[in-house]
């Protein structure tokens, strides 16, 4: 279903603070002053999904990103976003080699991410 993850890597924007803005009706240095902690939280989470991998726990990868693609749609971060989508439905579906996969493109859209608001 979102294959385009993994074959097109950076096809979807890595950060869109305009969009979030908008659909917020906040400024951008309101929606700023949420990264931080936005990034905190996926870094922690990306650490109990690789721990959750490794024991074989599918239902708390789904958890976590679950939660995740809440914190990436609050600050703009739509191709982090999409990938903790597919992420959790891999997950539900009990699918291991599918979850990998999305772990390894969660990590690549975040360092696209982290590299992206470090410019701002």
């Not at 890597?9 to 803005?21: E, K, W």
């Not at 979850?99 to 990590?107: A, D, E, F, G, T």
């Amino acid at each position: 279903m979102f294959d385009f993850c993994l074959d097109s890597p950076g096809s979807t924007p890595v950060l869109d603070l305009n969009r979030v803005c908008d659909y917020l009706d906040m400024s951008v240095e309101e929606v700023m002053l949420f990264i931080p902690g936005a990034m905190e939280e996926i870094g922690l989470r990306l650490g109990l999904i690789g721990t959750a991998m490794l024991s074989g726990n599918l239902s708390d990868i789904a958890l976590h990103s679950h939660t995740l693609k809440s914190v990436t749609a609050s600050i703009g971060a739509p191709a982090v976003h999409v990938a903790f989508v597919a992420l959790e439905q891999a997950a539900r579906n009990n699918d291991p080699a599918e979850c990998m996969q999305y772990i390894r493109v969660l990590k690549r859209e975040t360092e696209r991410l982290t590299s992206e608001i470090s410019r701002l």
